[in-house]
């Protein structure tokens, strides 16, 4: 939300510095204008709101534990003296040794709730299909811990609504071009707007709020009653990793009727002069889209694609030196740093397509490169799952079941390019 305030802040400053120096501003900057305010009117009151709330991270700042609590791991407290050293997943009860009296009655509360509990909604959030929302609290620990199932949602552009009602996404185009006029002519911001034809207009693609379900889960009533906080943490995961991992297949290969259209839907083709996979065909690929977009490119593929590219060798009789260094080899990052090539980060996403053994792609597409700020992920109701329970009576407990509403697009097609298929091998 903060990226998003910021964002139209800049492009409505950009406007008004316009208009400060005595330039009429044309209709559709206009209308432009009125949508950044709205936007950033819209933010501005829920990422307060949500500051207020969010002791959780300066505790963490403080005691040592930042770094981990946004990258999804968890951290052990250092003892005196000395220095931190590994990092894992930060659990649920890790994380409430820094929540505020009212995040701890939330996840109370919330757990009581799953237990059957029915009180316990008059300190909850209810969605508007009869279930109560996740408390921030709790879905944000359990999805930074699940961060590695979301690599296209953590790169893309995430358009964050109050709700799910379709609407269009604001696009200006990026590649109209100026023109130049003579003193005497048409400025283009008279009243018929006589120097655009047609007047450039915030047009986009119209998004809707597809419903994800995790499928239920059996909760024994013992379960619930002995352990609340292990047992929530343990549901949370399973409902929570089963959308984050459907929704990222459909933001990658999605048809886009019925379901979200992945990027892979309407990427650029680039067909490469090779049919095996190898360092250069991944460079090509990478100029293959245009200069404007490759300054904020990324690679994209699967694991097996990248272990692939990561053990080519220089083709000489017994020598095991790998083609692609890393940048610890050279001594100029951290050991771990994840592998950038041909300058570019790489990111793994396991549901593309992968290379054969042979480094073939033979009817697949195992590499995209692009700006994936282009991509646009639509995050119905803030993005925040909501869950309903209920009673099992023949087995004496309840079954809970999470549901989040999302939709994406690619909104400029050149700016991703997939390496197109071969017929052969």
């Known amino acids: ?37 709205k936007r950033v009117a819209e933010l501005t009151p829920l990422i307060e709101e949500s500051e207020s709330k969010n002791t959780l991270l300066q505790q963490c700042k403080k005691h040592g ?49 799953l237990g059957g509990d029915m009180t316990a909604l008059a300190d909850l959030t209810p969605s508007g299909d009869g279930g109560v929302f996740i408390p921030q609290f709790v879905a944000g620990v ?74 239920p889960v059996f909760l024994p009533r013992e379960t619930i009653t002995d352990s609340n906080l292990n047992v929530l943490e343990e549901v949370l995961n399973a409902l929570i990793a089963r959308i984050l991992r459907t929704q990222n297949k459909k933001y990658t290969v999605g048809t886009g009727t019925g379901e979200p259209e992945g990027f892979t839907k309407n990427a650029t083709y680039f067909t490469a002069a090779a049919s095996v996979l190898d360092l250069d065909v991944a460079l090509d690929l990478a100029y293959s889209v245009p200069a404007l977009y490759r300054p904020r490119g990324i690679y994209m593929a699967s694991d097996l694609t990248i272990k692939y590219l990561r053990k080519l060798k220089t083709g000489i009789s017994g020598d095991k030196q790998s083609l692609w ?86 909104i400029v097609p050149e700016a991703i390019a997939l390496l197109a298929p071969t017929s052969g091998s």
């Open 325 to 410: 260094k890393d940048a610890f080899e050279e001594g100029n990052a951290t050991l771990g740093t994840p592998p950038r090539l041909h300058g570019y980060s790489i990111i793994v996403n396991n549901d593309m397509d992968s290379v054969a053994s042979n480094g073939t792609f033979a009817g697949v597409s195992p590499l995209a490169f692009g700006d994936f700020k282009k991509f646009v992920v639509r995050d119905a109701e803030q993005g925040s799952p909501f869950v309903y329970r209920y009673m099992v009576p023949a087995k004496d407990g309840n079954a809970v079941i999470a549901f989040q509403r999302s939709d994406s697009k690619l």
């Open 142 to 215: 359990v999805a930074r811990n699940y961060a590695g199932f979301t690599p296209v949602h953590d790169n893309c552009t995430v358009w964050p609504t109050a709700d799910g009602v379709p609407t269009a996404f604001p696009v200006i185009s990026d590649s109209e071009e100026a023109e130049i006029l003579v003193p005497a002519a048409a400025t283009g911001a008279d009243a018929t707007v006589s120097g655009d034809t047609p007047p450039t207009e915030i047009t986009g693609p119209v998004m809707v709020a597809h419903k994800f379900s995790s499928k």
């Open 65 to 113: 534990f930042a770094e981990t609590l946004l990258s999804g791991g968890e951290r052990q407290a250092p003892a005196q003296g000395e220095e931190s050293t590994g990092n894992r997943r930060m659990s649920l009860r890790t994380a409430m040794q820094f929540a505020t009296p009212e995040q701890r009655e939330q996840v109370n509360s919330f757990a009581r709730y």
């Open 1 to 37: 939300m903060l990226k998003d305030r910021a964002a139209n802040l800049d492009a409505a400053s950009e406007i008004r510095a316009k208009a400060a120096k005595g330039a009429q501003l044309h209709q559709g900057e206009q209308v432009a204008l009125e949508q950044y305010e």
